[in-house]
Structure formats: structure tokens, C-alpha cells
């Protein structure tokens, strides 16, 4: 699956946007974003954090969910509601983001980081509630409408306003 997607479309959209949001950022005078070498810091902070959360996620999935995270190779056997899924329905997502964010980071893009990738963050989450939840109410059924109900799609906010208390 990881070479099916990742190496022939997401790394090559992910250049493709760097060159877009180089663009916009001339067409619209914008010089650095962040200073330099902070930029470079807090990008690699970014595809840590990334590489973290998209790690524990898929652990989490494989562990606890006796699976994969990819449904073609052999999806989860049971809905996983712990760990950083307590938080977030969507937590890979994250970690992609920060991922992402890490490329917009280092080449210091106001439009990279601002622009673009909250469009492909929208694009992403439509395509989860709209394609990959009705699945997931039809192979988890009620359990999966009350984890729904329970933790936000996207955001932990749970996790904050735990924290707060």
C-alpha cells in the first residue's frame, strides 16, 4: 500500500505544491515566513511530531485493532476507541499534516503552510466523513456511531479540555 500511494502520488503532489506555493508566495511579495534557521527547527520538530503520531496510530491500529491500518491489506478487526483514538477519530491525519507542514516549513512558504495544505486538510476530511465513515457504521455498526458521537472527527478537543481540568 505505502509504495501503491505514497511514493508515486503523495510525494510528487507534495513537490508539486512546493512549486505552487514558491509561486504564489513571489506573485504576492512574500519573502520569509519564519526566520531563518527557526524555519528549519520547527520543521523537523513538525515531521517528527509527524512521524510520531502517524506511528502510534498505526501501531494502535495493528495492535490493538488486530489489523492494518490499510483496508486493502487486512483492515482492523476491532474498532480501536483508546490510546490517541480516545482523542481523535482521524489521528493519522494528523501526523500527515505535520508531516506536510514540516516541507512548508523548511522552504519557509507562507502559502505552503497557510493556504494550500488547509485546502488539501478540508479535501481530506470531507473525503473521510463522506467515503470512510459509512463503512466503518457498517462493519462496527452501533459501536462505531457512539465512538462518532463521542470523539471529535478531526481536533482533540478532549484531550485539552481534560487537561484543563
Known amino acids: 500500500m505505502v509504495a501503491k500511494v505514497y511514493i508515486p502520488v503523495l510525494f510528487p503532489l507534495t513537490f508539486l505544491i512546493a512549486l505552487i506555493s514558491l509561486a504564489i508566495d513571489r506573485a504576492l511579495g512574500m519573502t520569509a515566513f519564519l526566520p531563518s534557521p527557526l524555519n528549519y527547527g520547527i520543521a523537523v520538530l513538525s515531521l517528527v511530531a509527524g512521524l510520531g503520531v502517524v ?70 476530511l470531507v473525503e473521510k466523513v463522506w467515503r470512510q465513515e459509512p463503512v466503518l457504521v457498517e462493519i462496527f455498526g452501533d459501536e462505531y456511531v457512539a465512538y462518532k458521537n463521542e470523539v471529535p472527527l478531526f481536533l482533540p478537543w478532549k484531550f485539552f479540555i481534560a487537561r484543563r481540568k
Open 55 to 124: 506511528g502510534v496510530s498505526y501501531a494502535e491500529l495493528v495492535f490493538v485493532g488486530a489489523g492494518s491500518p490499510s483496508p486493502t491489506a487486512g483492515r482492523t478487526m476491532r474498532l480501536v476507541r483508546s490510546g490517541i483514538y480516545a482523542y481523535s477519530r482521524n489521528p493519522s491525519v494528523i501526523g500527515k499534516l505535520l508531516g506536510v507542514l514540516s516541507v512548508g516549513f523548511a522552504l519557509n512558504s507562507f502559502s505552503f503552510c497557510c493556504i494550500l495544505v488547509p485546502f488539501l486538510l478540508v479535501g481530506s
